[in-house]
Each structure stands twice: as C-alpha cells, then as structure tokens.
C-alpha cells in the first residue's frame, strides 16, 4: 500500500487529498488531549497552545523526568469514542487538523470533518513502545494540572504510521464495518447453539 | 516470609506483567498474523502489535501505555504473612509507577485528583483467597479501553431475543463483541461468567482471563460454547483494532456460578489483545519459585 507523508500541523490541501483507507506516515508537532482536555477545552477553556491544523492525540503517555528532561515510556491511543460529545465542538472552534486515536469517531464528529476539514487517523491499540520510539522529543506539558496521564503534551513525532479512517468527505471505515457485521450477527443468530449429543 | 525478598517478588511479577505478553496470547497473535491476508490492513496492525510486544520484551518498559488498576489474587494460608504480602503489593506498585513502568491510573473521583502513586480508596485490588499449600499470587493489569466494553446482561433480553438458555447466553456474548468493535483493542479475549449476582458475576468473568487460551474447559457443554463463540465471533469480520479482518477475538473463557432462580446474569469482560496476567509461586521465604 502506497504511504503518504504529512506534516502537522497539516495544511488544509492537504487534509482535502485525504481519503479513509489511506495509510499515511506522520511527522511533525502533536499535542495530546483526552478526556480532562476535552471537557475542559468543549467548556470553553483557552487552548494553551494554538492547534490550528495540529493533531490532537487521544493518548495519556507514560513520561517520567529524566536529569531535568521529560521522557517518553510508553505512548499508544486511548479510546477515541469517549470524546464524541466534545470534539466536533472543538473541531468547530479551534480546527485541528486532524484527530488521532483509536476505534474511530461517531457521526458527529464526522460531520464535524466535512464541515470544518479534518480527519480522523487510526494508530494501532496497545502498540505503545512501537509509537514511543516515533516521538522523538517532548516540548513541553500544559494543563499538568489534570495528572500525568491527562496533561496537554506537545510532542514531536517522525515517520508515524497511521490509517485515514475519517476523512473530509464524511466517509467513515468504522461505520462500514459496523454495518458488515451487523449484518454477520444477524446471520449468526439465525444459528442457535446446540448442546453436543444431547439435542 | 522475608519482607525484602517479597517486595523483590512483587516488583518482578508486577514488572513481568506490565511489560512481557504471555506466552499463550503471542502465539495467538502470529497464529493469527499468518491467517490474515498479505498485504491487508489487519495483517498489517498485526505486524506493529508483534513488533511492539517484541520491543516491550527488549527493553522490560510496558507492553501498552495503559497498565490498568492493579487487580491480585493471592492464595495463602490464613496467617499474617498475608499483611506482608499486601504490603509488598502496594511498595511494588508505587516503585513501579514512580519508574515508568507503572500508569499513574488512580483518580479520586470526590476531588478529581490524580493519586500519583496508584494507591487509593479501594485500589489496589487485592483479593486474599484462603488456601492449603504454596502461596500463589496471581495478578492482572487491565486496561480502561476493555474494561469500558465489559459489559452484563439480564436475561430474557428481548431485544436480543436471548432466553434463559445457552443459546441466549451465546447471543449477548456476540452482542459484547459486536458493540465493542475495535474500540477494546481487538482481538480481544472474553472472559465470561453466566449466573451469579451482579457483583460476583463481573469478578468470576475476569477471573477466567487467567486461563490460558489452550486451556480446554472441564465442561463438554462449556467447551463446546467457547468454541463456538470463539468461530461465530471470528466471522464478524470487525477484526484487528477494528478495521476489518479474520481475527476479531482471541479466546472465549466462560466459568459459571449458581444463580438465583429470579436472577440469569451473562457478565462479559472484554480484555484486550495485551492481556496482562501471570501467576507465581512463591516458597516459604518468599522469592518465585515457579511461574504458573
């Protein structure tokens, strides 16, 4: 599958030539943000940096301090769906570029893409020491107060893979799927389980 | 028990479970890596959990960046060495945590504040099982993401058209799967509890994820139901991470407990593909002696 490189923060021609299935390589300042974010930003809490075209992270790292200097431990997606009730707020007021995570988004935040131009990019669960060693520096923690895991962190990342599974058409991969097998559990309980030997 | 040698002890196990993956559960995975198409979407996030998980085995930092609320059993004679032992548990996960190699995962939900040190109101949770022999300790490190897609029903449930029967019990299990998609990070391994209450119901479900996936149930009808959750499960097509694919769980583990005769609860705990758990034995010192 060919990859496309892109730079965050992305640029809205280029969030336009994405399309779901795409699988891209990702380079360039992040800053993550879960559920304290998310509800402190969707309140109408200044953004403490300015993320015009940037990925927000659905991530909550493990960082520990280091001779003065933050250091990355661990650092896979958290559960994207968590944040369908803030984000296409947020998507509408500070246009993010693209929003990155896990498990995909609801029709909101769909909606919210075509709208406003974004996309939503899927990293693999779970991999966390495979996406740590993409992050190749911390710039900084804002909103420290929301705990470790909760913080804004802005990270730089290099050559991270990552799959368009939203993108700025309001097509959505996770909704396909859904219906798929949707349609096989439908198909499975046409088959009721039998005891062995007994019926 | 010597108390240094147990603190040794439970910082090892603590350690193992946080950043190395069962044998069983990554010999699932590159069974199921070499299942899915070349060149395909599920082969391909397959491949990046089997480098991680390598990576995480290299370097002993975690396996996933979300090491859970610590949850143990510890199996023991009714003395005090069980106080040591709780002790030893929670000097480990504070160790841990401060080291990296442990999420600061404890959040008081009356102040919002994070604890720090993954110690607070109820957590960890230690649960101490009377017990005639070598003491064993058993401990799980599970994620938020699975646990949110745990999940119990009550029976009959009409809209799934599950009776008080097996084959309601296979209906709402699917149904688990179904709504999870890829957002408890598939392949996913459920453990299942049918009948207790609904407090016991939830323990005893995860408390079968510390069977290993080759483990066959002792009940024929229960291992027959595994089985064929196990299939009808993989032909949901939701697959790894959610993205379509052959392999969209791991292994179906159910137990059961006696229920009451108004109540039919099917618990199903989700778990993820990075499963954390081990058991060790430990000697009379208290150093592991074995891993079971």
Known sequence: ?????????????????????????????????????????????????????????????????????????????????????YEAQIIAGLHPGAIMGKGGMGEDTSKACATYGCVYLQVTGGAAQYLAQRITRVEGVYL???????????????????????????????????????????????????????? | ?????????????????????PQDILQALQG?????????????????????????????LPLCQ????????????PDSTVFLIEDAIHDAIRSLTHEGILRQNCVDPSTEKNTGDNIGPSVPQVH????????????????????????QYSLPLQSLQAGRDLEGVRRCILDAVYQAQGQGCAPGILGVCIGGDRASGYLLAKRQLFRTLDDTNPSPVLAS??????????????????????????????????????CYYVTVSYSCWATRRYTAELSGKGDICRWL
Request: proline share 5%.
């Open chain 1, 1 to 85: 599958m060919a990859v496309k490189h892109i730079l965050s923060p992305l640029e809205p021609s280029v969030i336009a030539t994405l399309n779901a299935g795409d699988m891209v390589s990702l380079t360039g300042r992040i800053a993550t943000g879960r559920d304290r974010v998310h509800t402190y930003l969707a309140s109408g809490g200044k953004p403490p940096v300015d993320l015009t075209g940037l990925v927000i992270y659905h991530c909550g790292p493990v960082v520990i301090k280091e001779n003065d200097r933050w250091k990355i431990i661990a650092a896979g997606p958290t559960t994207s769906m968590r944040e369908e009730p």
């Open chain 1, 144 to 199: 420290a107060e929301f705990g470790q895991p909760e913080a804004m962190w802005i990270l730089n990342v290099e050559n991270l893979p990552a799959l368009v599974t939203m993108d700025s058409k309001g097509r959505s991969l996770h909704s396909l799927i859904r219906e798929e097998s949707f349609k096989q559990l439908q198909a499975a309980y046409a088959h009721p389980f039998m005891k062995e030997g007994h019926d």
């Open chain 2, 1 to 21: 028990m010597e108390t240094s040698l147990l603190r040794e002890s439970m910082y090892e196990l603590i350690r193992r479970t946080s950043t190395v993956l």
């Open chain 2, 32 to 60: 199921a890596y070499r299942s899915e198409d070349e060149g395909g979407i599920a082969r391909e996030t397959l491949g990046i959990i089997l480098e991680s998980a390598s990576l995480s085995n290299e370097t002993r």
């Open chain 2, 66 to 77: 979300d090491t859970g609320a610590l949850l143990a059993f510890v199996q023991a004679r």
């Open chain 2, 128 to 151: 101490f099982e009377p017990h005639d022999g070598p003491t064993r300790v058993s401990v799980m490190l599970k994620g938020g993401g699975s646990e949110n897609m745990s999940t």
């Open chain 2, 225 to 262: 139901l595994e089985r064929t959750v196990h299939t009808t499960a993989n032909q949901l097509s939701i697959g790894p991470m959610g993205l379509g694919g052959k392999t969209t769980v791991l292994g179906v583990k159910i137990g059961i407990a006696g229920r009451h005769p108004a």
